[in-house]
């Protein structure tokens, strides 16, 4: 991100901890927040049950969540866990089922959201989630949360969630037996990508795998990232980068040439499908976000032997990040039920548990780097040494309505193949939703 953005980042993380030394005080830490508004003869039916949110219901996302499940259950024998998971990478699908259960005033307990613009824009704005500084307060998370982290999951002081990870969104995922068949180097340019593909395709093989269409924006943030750099990048979310620029037509333009050597059938193939292609050698590449790592593992595949990896051509040393967090529901049916699952997901045992199934690092400072396999240590390696910029895709850097008027606009370039038809629509998005003026 632009030091402008991480200024004014650490400017509301002050002001946070500012406000909420003047709530606390001096005063010893008081016992769990219990919601001040709960009455008391709620409090039975309220504590036995709590129903989570989310779209984590197979490769490797739900074998990541039932891990922590499993600490919840350990801990709070009592209350009923129920995994209201849908279908659908990205949370495609989720995310519209949710949005009709909120109107519908028939929120689940809590909730996956993004940090970033996805839960601050969305559902901050919408008032449909609650306030848990009490929480942050009484569990000491403010120490071993990421600084950086908690502006993006906060506003006018308050702190609205519970991130129990972080992932990354800008890898190139490789077969090396496919490179090293066919002579080709793990390219860290666009210039020696194009190449790379050149021999592949030459030689017959599907250079770059690629799935439906969220898969196709999440390669489109990364082309952008790659082509633009970080600060150009991230200037494209804060109006300091010129969506009219000739930069962003180059970008474009490469974005355009990637998806010449991509499988004909990606409309159809789920995330998991087109890893599977890299996985099988019927492609050399794939971009995916690391949950691509837990489903390997999953199919008991071997890290560097099976996969390799490296940050998508151009981007080497930023780190695109996104982080799943969890949020308490404005009128949640069991608002105990709730308290204790936050604090699952945001405890060590319960991130412990989760990442290194599900192919994230913790969100937690404190986690044992032991418990993490080759890749994510070396995530780990660079989200502590890296640039760091936000995905488009998973909620960081734009909220829903530009980044629904993007994906529209890259529906249409898919079919058509304009970019500078597909650039106007992006200036107009940016006016339109961002702050472009
Ligand atoms: C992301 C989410 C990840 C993973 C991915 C694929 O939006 O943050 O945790 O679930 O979708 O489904």
Redesign the pocket.
Known sequence: MSKKIWYSLFAVLALTALVLTACGGAAPAEPAAEAPAAPVEEAAPADTQVEVFS??TGGG?AAGLEAMIGIFDAEYPDIEFVNAAVAG???TNARAVLATRLQAGDPPDSWQG?AGQELIGTYVEGGQIQALNDLYEAEGWLDVMPETLIPLISNEGNIYSVPV?I?RANVMWYNPTVLEENGVEVPTTMDEWFAAMDTLQAAGVTPLALGEQWTQLHLFETVLLGSLGSEAYDGLWDGSTDWTSAEVTAALDNFAKVLTYTNSDSASLS?QDASQLVINGDAAFNVM?D?AEGYFRELGKTPETDYGWAPVPGSVGVFQF?S?SFTLAVGAPHPEGAEAWLKIAGSKAGQEAFNPI?G?ICARTDCDPELFGVYLQSAMADWGSNTVSGSL???VVANDSWKSEIDTALGLFLIDQDVEGFQTALVAACVSSGPCQ
């Open positions: 779209w984590w996302e990478g990205a949370g993004h990870n992932h995330w976000g949950w996104l799943d599900k994230s895709t998973h909620g």
